[in-house]
């Protein structure tokens, strides 16, 4: 793999500033080292429908959509003149303002199950105090989750390896993904000791497949929670408003009774709610949850503005045959030039690895070649597509997918049946 | 092996005292010390490992007993190993060769001063000896590895949560060469040179790269910022990188009990 250090050299610069007066530079999810350092850009300047433009003026398609966030397309107008407008009036006050009143309103119709929404930032603050309310809701302490799943960056789910002690994960419990027989064990093992169970809608562990729900996986677990008395929270922080708008929940056929919502709420705007049943609504009083900036308006008005247009536009519909063309086109590639690929996860929401590889050489090459023909993809994160990905930018990434797939081919030769 | 004192009684013995049959092919004055080392010496610590150190290059033939040093406690064998009082170790075997110790023991003081240079050492240090120290260095983390990813309790999760692989580690500056392997047990080893599973040609799982003498210092010496450090291309790395991540927090937590010298 080779660095490119005059095309991204104002990254560099900036870095090396960074790195002075931050930890690392760029910490978590962005960190220039997760991703295909020296070979990618490190600092955005600005961006527009789903490209964006580096501090050293490089263009590129975007597949990671800000990882997930963008789900219309960077600076959407209707978005950003429903942020605009808010913002003249103000965004951060003493009280919040009539916009959470009806954001509020918008999600418990749009999502079947819900009676009542809280909001927050991020993704993390929603399933750490969906977690709260659970707890609060069966008097009981332990949590079940998906092994590998991401949850947020708090103590109890954080995949980083510092910050945390012993006690903070002694409750926290995993299974595999689509073992509903091992969910079943802890819960028999656990009995009226577990408060929830936490769960994506498919599995997207970083520096790994992507998985969906095995037939009667999800159905089953809500049945083995009902049954236990046991609060089922769906994570939908990644996928959500990109399988369904009412939830991800609908799509693979089981019903949550607490669902958390970031990313995709406010087009960029940072914005994350969860939602649920009535039955929860007296134990969610009380469980205490604020934020300086929770109940900020601007945020909130975007994400009305979000939600009009994802619904008029029926993007959810858009996304899944954007992510059908561009998966066939990209496998078909792949075994073109004998590499075949594993193309996992909703089309929504893909993520390419190597047929035969588990370590991700391939991936980092292939993906440093797309970036090197002006794609942004990532080797070790599922991507994420946004309404302003059609045909053409299907196209275009095909047309680099090319060159991309030669060079894997070149460098490691073809798969051959017992690979490499 | 769970008590901070026996980790750090097994490092000594396990991934520092192998580094005194380095020393001689790392410093001209070792090699001096060296020419008339014959007694092969074996520590050994009641309950725990034992260590045989052999003369560089001298072929050890049956009659070539070593002389064994017993220590009964891991504190006497931090103790000895940090110049602290305590009561000597038990010797073993062929005591009527004790004089050979003579240039064995040299030896270990010469490591020491090469391993813990002092500031001011560090400051004058001449260019073959900072090689020195590095070199060493280097061999003393990996041996370090299979030892705290067994025992200490952060470097055990870690490495129960890392994939399975194997890890090459280069400075080729130095021309260093290292490995590691995590096997599907969660077991670590590790080594200097090659890595001995790898069949020519073969990418290991992931390969971790210092890119010039002052990253690897930086590195071994705990003052460099991993993260700043891949990202400025200080460091590459490659491949399954939860292996290497892993591994990497395996290699911070030695200094949690063999502290580096400050420069």
Known sequence: MHTEPTRFAQSRALFERAAAVIPGGIPGHTAPAATLPGASPYFARRAWGCRYEDVDGNEFLDLLCAYGPIVLAYDHPEVEEAAARHARDGNCFNHPTPVMVELAERLVALVDFAAWSVFGKNGADMTTWALGVAREHTGRKKILKVEGAYHGAHAWCSPGHGGWIEEDRMHIHGFPWNDLDAAETLLRRHRSQVAAVITTAFHHPAFGDSALPAPGFLAGLEAACRRDGVVLILDDVRSGFRLHLGGSHRVYGFTPDLICFSKALGNGHPISATLGSAALRRAAGRVFLTGSFWQSAVPMAASLACLHVLERENVVLRLARTGAALREGLVAAAARHDVPVRYTGADAMPFLTFVGETNFHRSQLWCQEMVTRGIFVHPHHNWFLCAAHGPTEVKEVLTAAEGAFAAVRAEFGPTSPAPA | ?263
């Open chain 2, 1 to 263: 092996m769970t008590t901070r004192a026996e980790i750090t009684s097994h490092l000594y013995l396990r991934a520092v005292l192998p580094a005194v049959a380095e020393l001689p092919g790392a410093r001209a004055e070792a090699r001096e010390v060296a020419r008339t080392w014959r007694l092969p010496v074996r520590f050994a610590l009641r309950g725990g490992p034992a260590t045989l150190v052999r003369p560089p290059g001298r072929h050890v033939g049956r009659d070539d007993l070593p002389l064994t040093l017993w220590f009964f406690t891991p504190t006497q064998v931090n103790r000895t190993f940090t110049n602290q009082a305590t009561f000597p170790p038990l010797p073993l075997g062929p005591v009527w060769q004790a004089a050979g110790l003579r240039p064995f023991l040299a030896l270990t003081k010469l490591l020491q001063k090469t391993l813990e240079p002092t500031p001011t050492e560090f400051a004058n240090a001449t260019p073959e000896f900072l090689e020195a120290h590095l070199r060493l260095t280097f061999g003393v983390l990996l041996r370090a590895l299979p030892v705290i990813g067994a025992a200490d309790g952060p470097s055990r999760h870690a490495v129960v949560h890392a994939p399975a692989g194997l890890l090459t580690v280069e400075a080729p500056a130095l021309a260093l060469v290292g490995w590691v392997c995590r096997d599907d047990a969660g077991v670590l080893t590790s080594g200097v040179g090659a890595a001995p599973s790898l069949p020519t040609g073969k990418r290991p799982d992931a390969a971790l790269r210092f890119c010039d003498r002052e990253t690897l210092a930086d590195a071994l010496a705990g003052r460099l910022d991993p993260l700043a450090g891949v990202a400025l291309g200080r460091v590459e790395v490659r491949g399954l990188i939860p292996l290497a991540d892993a591994l990497g927090i395996v290699m911070d937590r030695v200094e949690h009990y063999l502290k580096p010298p400050a420069p």
